[in-house]
């Protein structure tokens, strides 16, 4: 099946497989085929494929390096989860720095953690990604993560990977 990557979040989906149905921001990430540019999309319940999708190129000259193999410095923001409640997870790239951050402006106690980390590149190798997919790969690895944040520090420190860890109350 075609999914439209724009409208796709908000559209209703039913898997063939289990009878899943859902919304298009509950599917789970499949592979991403770097050549063609199409992202799967799979049944967060059987991991059957739902269908795929093609992302619009917005910058054809920017493509070219990530095909090549060059990085791309341009910072990036992903959100990996956010729900109804007030409580939001993303992380912010830049060519050599990580910071995951959450927020969480729930009334019984709003709340913030940011997890610096400034050897990007030491997380690629330990997610054995280029540079380039570390976007890509941060979503795949922590999108609908409600505890993203202790995931991501266990693997840190698990890899003996060095950051700074904030942790405020508003």
């Not at 999309?41 to 059987?46: G, H, I, L, T, V």
């Not at 095909?67 to 410095?73: Q, Y």
């Not at 280029?130 to 520090?153: M, P, Q």
Request: proline letters at 3%; glycine letters at 6%; aromatic letters at 12%.
């Amino acid at each position: 099946m075609k999914i439209n990557i724009q409208t796709y979040l908000d559209e209703n989906f039913t898997c063939s497989e289990c009878g899943w149905t859902g919304k298009g921001s509950q599917l789970s990430l499949g592979e991403f085929h770097e050549m063609s540019g199409i992202i799967d999309f799979e049944c967060p319940k059987c991991i059957s494929h739902i269908g795929s999708a093609a992302p619009i190129i917005s910058d054809p000259e920017k493509y070219a390096k990530y095909l090549k193999g060059e990085i791309i410095d341009d910072p990036s923001t992903t959100v990996v989860y956010e729900d109804d409640f007030g409580r939001k997870i993303w992380f912010y790239t830049e060519k050599i720095s990580i910071r995951l951050h959450m927020q969480d402006l729930r009334p019984d106690g709003e709340k913030e953690i940011s997890i610096f980390v400034y050897d990007a590149l030491k997380v690629c190798e330990a997610l054995k990604c280029h540079r380039n997919d570390l976007d890509e790969k941060l979503l795949y690895s922590y999108y609908n993560e409600v505890d993203a944040i202790d995931v991501f520090t266990a693997f840190l420190n698990k890899n003996n990977i060095e950051y700074d860890y904030y942790s405020g109350m508003k």
